[in-house]
């Protein structure tokens, strides 16, 4: 739920939320004033407790914000059990059994925001009221059965149907949309894939490490051997990125021979890992094909703030890299991890001094 939080489309469909269980509310009180409703005594005071219950969720859901998982299932339950007791307190079954369709808003809400095991367990709880409130109507003296067999052939399109087709729907749905968030050759996460998932990671305690890598002289590849044989060296780079920083690590694809990693363990590991990037890709790329890095770090308890601004000193750290001869790995000015001349080549040993102000 985090991601749905901090999205604004969201805030109209939370004041529809909270609108429907004023309606909710509405209905129960109604229920009050009519002999086909709650009977008086220990009925009525029900009636009344569910009313309560349904001003209070209303007023929390307008209030926001978005609630968190555990909230929403707390939600899901007491709008469940309400609506069923709302419905089985109600004195006539053929009022009941019509009034049993608001379990759809409950079942339409499960299906965009929850699990599917939430939707069987929703259905079945409704399959069991809606045998209930049908068996009473069948046996209420002078009911007509044929208007009990049309309410309930009603539900079952209402109630059943419709969520399942919803949440087919919204899965096809959402598995587009997590396509157009990775990059079709190497599987990494693209520009916008990167985007998002620094919004879902959102901000944390300790510090975030961002690296950008880039393949130098990568055209000569595609020029002397043909795109195929430079979109083999592009997976081949792919996979020891992600080798070297799967997840919770964000790594992605920014556009040609461009990379870049996320990740939020100590500077000074990535910055190690990170020259064993370069020295385990050395013998498995075309010669004449090196890696140059860049590295940045921040605090990650403001990452979705400052995110660009990190990601464009690691960016430009990289391209100091390219410019200082390629097969690199570079730090910005103010990186406290880094040596006092900022870079040295991968193929080389820093000198000890060096080896130790990264162990620092």
């Not at 009050?32 to 005071?45: I, K, N, S």
């Not at 730090?331 to 001349?341: F, G, I, L, M, R």
Request: aromatic share 8%; charged share 15%.
């Amino acid at each position: 739920m985090e991601s749905r939080r901090s999205n604004p489309l969201l805030r109209h469909a939370r004041i529809a939320l909270g609108t429907w269980c004023w309606l909710y509310t509405v209905l129960c009180v109604l229920a009050t004033f009519t002999p086909a409703g709650v009977p008086d005594g220990l009925g009525r005071g029900l009636a009344y407790c569910l009313a309560a219950i349904g001003i209070v969720l209303g007023a929390l859901w307008v209030r926001g914000p978005w609630p968190t998982q555990t909230y929403s299932r707390v939600f899901v339950a007491v709008i469940e059990v309400g609506i069923a007791a709302a419905l089985l307190m109600l004195a006539d079954p053929f009022v009941a059994l019509p009034c049993a369709a608001g379990l759809a808003v409950n079942g339409g809400y499960i299906a965009v925001f929850h699990s599917p095991k939430m939707i069987v367990a929703h259905q079945v709880g409704s399959a069991v009221v809606v045998g209930v409130l049908f068996a009473r109507a069948l046996a209420e003296p002078g009911g007509d059965a044929v208007v009990a067999c049309a309410y309930l052939v009603l539900l079952i399109l209402l109630l059943f149907s419709a969520p399942t087709f919803s949440y087919v729907l919204l899965l096809v749905l959402r598995r587009e949309a997590s396509k157009a968030l990775f990059d079709p050759l190497t599987g990494l996460r693209n520009r916008r894939g990167l985007a998002a998932a620094i919004t879902e990671i959102g901000d944390r305690v300790g510090v975030v490490t961002v690296m950008v890598i880039d393949l130098d002289d990568f055209k000569a590849v595609n020029d002397r051997h043909g795109h195929a044989h430079g979109d083999a060296v592009l997976r081949t780079v792919a996979n020891a990125i992600y080798a070297a920083f799967g997840p919770p690590a964000v790594t992605a694809r920014t556009g040609g021979e461009e990379f870049a990693v996320v990740t939020h363990i100590d500077p000074a590991d990535v910055i190690a890992q990170a020259d064993e990037l370069q020295a385990r890709l050395a013998p498995e790329l075309h010669p004449g094909v090196t890696v140059s890095i860049g590295v940045a770090h921040t605090d990650a308890s403001d990452l979705v703030a400052t995110f660009d601004t990190v990601y464009t000193r690691a960016d430009t750290a990289m391209y100091a890299a390219k410019h200082a001869g390629g097969d690199t790995l570079y730090y910005p000015h103010d990186c406290e991890y880094a040596s006092e001349d900022r870079r040295w080549p991968a193929s080389t040993t820093p000198p000890s001094t060096k080896l130790r102000s990264l162990e620092e």
